[in-house]
């Protein structure tokens, strides 16, 4: 039994053009870890809103652990919903201490013990007597991460937790919020923009946009094999090249060449789709299937990120790389690129 069950829901809010969410279906399964990962204005803080109980759909149901809290006549406010929120500015009571915060709200017998459990799963066992403002921004999502499960939730619901987060910070919390939620057995939902944010954390991402689902899958599968060209480009794909699948069902063909690859049998020859080549799959070479000319590079530390325009027209089609940051290339040096079979997928045209 999903812990969380979305059957066709419609969210519009008063005043909106169009729906917030349009008839989106959803099931995530207990102990899980899912993100609703996608721009603004693509529905995934309020499809977490619905589930919370803050907002009301006008159609569709919401169950929870297999309870029916909203459609059909039903309707279980959130207080009485068994969801633990963790809320963007994570919302600490800068008046009470790390223990009064974490047992806000739960009046079960072993109260005490709970907190001390908490305090010791999120390791700020020696934190307990600090005020919000003495914490750091990790510390402080910690502690409201230990309030969401002190009282034992159906599902712990995440709104961008990690958005006001420097960038080492939020690498390392990411890892942290994992472990936490993982030792606790608990079943969560983060909402998201960030795709590396999703792909470091969640078991199955749910890609949003325009209130509906535009694929589900595990983040290898997101990434790696996106189902249309919003996906890819959302999750950072620049090398998109408009294609034709080959008659052999190996290959397709491109405005730089027919390209290998494996996985054009899933398509009809002639099916008009685009070749994502992920950037650090290009190999430079002297003998590659594409020739261009580099025309900028930027050292990222671990990478070196490289633009090679490849096409007649200089700055017209380009292609993005990925290399070691110790590789042997200048701007203005002509290459040749390999194009590895297993590094091209295929997207369906006509879906943007």
């Known amino acids: 039994m999903p812990a969380i069950e979305l059957r066709q829901v419609t969210k519009t809010y008063p005043g909106g053009q169009a729906p917030a969410v349009r008839s989106l279906s959803l099931a995530v399964q207990p102990g899980s870890l899912v993100t609703l990962l996608g721009p ?54 800068p008046h009470l201490t790390v223990t009064r915060n974490i047992g806000f709200g739960y009046r079960g017998p072993d109260r005490q ?17 600090r005020y919000p403002h003495e914490l750091s921004g990790g510390e402080q999502q910690r502690v409201a991460l230990a309030r969401a499960l002190a009282r034992r939730p159906v599902v712990v619901l995440l709104d961008e937790p990690f958005s006001n987060l420097d960038a080492a910070l939020r690498a390392h919390m990411r890892l942290e919020l ?21 792909l470091g954390i969640s078991d199955r991402i749910v890609v949003l946009n325009d209130g509906s689902v ?14 249309n060209w919003f996906v890819a480009t959302f999750m950072g794909q620049r090398n998109l ?50 020739h261009g000319t580099i025309t900028g590079l930027t050292y990222g530390g671990s990478t070196l990120d490289a633009i090679v325009d490849v096409g007649a027209t200089p700055g017209v089609e380009q292609l ?14 002509r290459v040749g690129l390999h194009v590895a079979p297993a590094s091209v997928t295929l997207v369906p045209d006509g879906d943007r």
Request: proline fraction near 6%; hydrophobic fraction near 40%.
């Open 40 to 93: 603004s204005g693509s529905g995934k803080t309020t499809v977490l809103r619905l589930v919370a109980g803050f907002e009301r759909a006008e159609a569709g149901e919401v169950l929870l652990a297999g309870r029916l809290v909203s459609g059909d006549g039903t309707w279980v406010p959130p207080e009485k919903r068994g969801v633990g929120m963790v809320f963007q500015d994570y919302a600490l009571f």
């Open 113 to 129: 013990a709970r907190i001390e459990e908490m305090l010791a799963l999120v390791d700020l066992t020696s934190y307990e007597a």
């Open 178 to 198: 994992r472990r936490i939620l993982r030792a606790a057995n608990a079943t969560a939902i983060l909402v998201s923009h960030d795709h590396a944010d999703a």
């Open 214 to 227: 535009e694929q589900t899958g595990s983040p290898r599968e997101i990434f790696g094999s996106p189902a």
């Open 241 to 290: 090249l408009k294609g034709v699948v080959g008659a052999d069902g190996r290959s397709v063909q491109t405005g730089l060449g027919t390209l290998p690859c494996p996985g054009a049998h899933a398509f009809q020859a002639d099916d008009p789709v685009y070749a994502c080549i992920r950037p650090d799959r290009l190999q430079v070479t002297d003998n590659g299937e594409i």
């Open 320 to 333: 993005h790389l990925q290399l070691p940051p110790d590789a042997d290339v200048r701007a203005g040096q």
